[in-house]
């Protein structure tokens, strides 16, 4: 048998120990997970966090005289703290808890809607968009009688940055753009996207729910305005994310939701909100959330996500080989820079047929459009099967993904 | 045959793979390629059924009382879980059909249970076929 050489630093075996769930049989299979890119697998450090918090923290935040609720609302604010040096953010309240990165794409569209946009204003996005960052804008479009310019991709799957050089002008409001394509695996160049914006005082919108988990993201360094991820794909729990925005926009933006927690004084006649970051935080928090998303945190930086980015690399390269060298398979998404994500299509057979005999092997990948049908369009295809590879994942489990295919290949045709 | 009958059978030509997902799979597969084509014709967007990652058309027509059942799909598995359910309910009547829960589909270990299988147009399918079965009901009881 071919030995693997692995020259990452990391010992990927003993980080696969951190992952309990990374031991499973599926279908008395291995589990070969390669499902990251829709969530990423939680190692035990996040889940005791969770355990521990309701088993001896739990009480409400921001609320409580007594002790447990001090201790706990500590905690919470510590958990922001860690994501604002981790995005390194210049402000603790530029970093605002959501439920997820939809959560604060629809908060942005819907707050920052509401006072800058009106009738025949322009809002900038992609062809490469996750529905969460089309929906939300194209909503707000009908409601205001404004209009969405979509920035063309090429057949490599990169942005045409000439072609977003066109599109801004003095009816542009704002443009959400995505950071690492989910489907492709594209990354963009969001840190020129952002200064061409800048240019003519554009604020931009960065979706980074595909970004965090493989890249160091400075949102100081980018100067992004507001720049959006979810937990649960940064290796921590589901229902909570975040949005960063800068100050400046926080603080003219009105609340989205409000209720709980939102407040300064409240009386029938007129309320007065709190101060950021409370002002967009209405009821209770996903406080666990919060507490899980810190831990994930902090195990990657463990890791350290420089590490990450190298292993990854390594990753990707040898999965593109591999897959390229299958006949009649064709990669869809080929940028130069690029996220450990590759979408594929096989010649003369449904994705999701090979999806299904995968999954028989123990193989999790994802088929389908992706909830990017746009993209799915522009490549005149119904969808793709994706393979997502984090730092968990092995050489091994590729070999297993490429054996895997060929057998569906030959059971399929 | 009766539904019973034919579901009966299919459970029995399934056991015979014992735990051997590859043949069950190649088996489907296989009746999936010859099961009763939807006729050209008919293989447009008003008769595609939604709720499938892959596309499914499904025709329907009355001969001697009893409805026919014709299909096609663009993934060969899908295919051959759309053979199966018409093996099971193509010539029969509109009364049988309203009223059958497809048990063979748990019995085989081959599919995942109907609640959960959305992603393979499997509930969105039983529920056309089943829909069919009332228009023609429908239709019959408006002439009586």
């Not at chain 1, 992609?126 to 209009?147: F, R």
Request: charged content about 20%; overall charge negative.
């Amino acid at each position: 048998m071919e030995t693997i050489t692995n020259n990452s630093t990391l010992n990927i075996q003993n980080i696969r120990q951190d992952f309990p769930i990374l031991s499973k049989n599926v279908n008395g299979k291995p589990l070969v997970y390669l499902d990251s890119g829709a969530t990423a697998q939680k190692p035990k450090q996040v889940i005791d966090a969770i355990s521990n918090y309701y088993q001896t923290q739990n009480a409400n935040i921001h609320r409580g005289v007594h002790q447990l609720s001090q201790e706990i609302t500590i905690a919470y604010e510590h958990a922001r703290a860690t994501v604002q040096n981790h995005l390194n953010a210049a402000l603790s309240q530029e970093i605002i808890f959501t439920s997820g990165t939809t959560e604060s794409i629809n908060l942005v569209a819907n707050s920052f809607g509401k006072i800058y946009i009106k009738s025949g204003d322009e809002i900038i996005i992609s062809e490469m968009e996750h529905h969460s960052n089309i929906l939300p804008w194209q909503m707000l479009c009908e409601e205001k009688g404004a209009v969405l310019k979509v920035i063309p991709i090429n057949e490599k799957g990169e942005l045409l940055i000439d072609e977003y050089k066109k599109l801004l002008c003095n009816k542009t409001k704002i443009v959400a753009v995505t950071h690492v394509s989910n489907t492709l695996g594209t990354i963009n160049p969001v840190k020129e996207i952002i200064a061409l914006a800048h240019e003519i005082n554009i604020p931009v919108l960065i979706d980074g729910a595909q970004a965090v988990p493989h890249i160091k993201v400075d949102v100081q360094d980018l100067d992004a305005d507001f720049y959006c991820f979810s937990g649960h794909k940064l290796f921590g729990p589901t229902g909570v994310g975040i949005l960063y925005g800068k100050e400046k926009w926080l603080n003219e933006m009105p609340p989205y939701k409000v209720g709980g927690g939102t407040i300064k004084t409240v009386t029938f006649k007129k309320t007065e909100y709190a101060a950021l970051p409370l002002k967009f935080e209405a009821g209770t928090p996903h406080i666990e959330g919060g507490i899980g998303l810190a831990a994930a945190i902090d195990y990657v930086n463990e890791i350290g996500l420089e590490n990450i980015s190298a292993y990854e690399c390594e990753l990707l390269d040898y999965a593109t080989l591999k897959l390229m060298a299958i006949e009649g398979l064709r990669i869809i998404g080929t940028a130069k820079e690029k996220a450990s994500v590759i979408s594929f299509i096989i010649e003369e057979i449904h994705p999701l047929d090979v999806g299904t005999i995968l999954d028989k092997q123990g193989i999790a990948i994802r088929t389908g459009h992706h909830c990017t049908q746009p993209l799915m369009k522009h490549y005149g295809i119904p969808g793709t099967i994706r393979v997502s590879l984090v730092f968990y994942n092995t050489k091994e489990e590729i070999d297993v993904l490429v054996n895997g295919i060929q057998k569906a290949i030959k059971m399929l045709k | 045959m009766s539904i019973a009958e034919i579901e009966n059978e299919i459970v029995e030509e399934f056991e015979l793979f014992g735990d051997d997902w590859e043949g069950k799979y190649e088996h489907l597969i296989d009746l999936g390629k010859h099961m009763p084509l939807i006729d050209e014709q008919y293989k447009t967007d008003d008769r595609l059924i939604r709720g499938c990652q892959s596309k499914v058309w499904l025709h329907s027509e009355l001969k001697d009382e009893k409805i026919v059942f014709t299909a096609d799909s663009d993934a060969i598995i899908t295919k051959g879980i759309i053979a199966l359910l018409i093996r099971v309910i193509s010539g029969q009547t509109a009364e049988e059909i309203m009223h059958t829960q497809f048990v063979f589909i748990n019995k085989i270990g081959l599919i995942e249970h109907l609640s959960v299988s959305r992603s393979n147009g499997l509930v969105s399918m039983v529920k056309q076929m089943k829909l069919d079965a009332l228009a023609y009901k429908q239709m019959k009881s408006y002439k009586l």
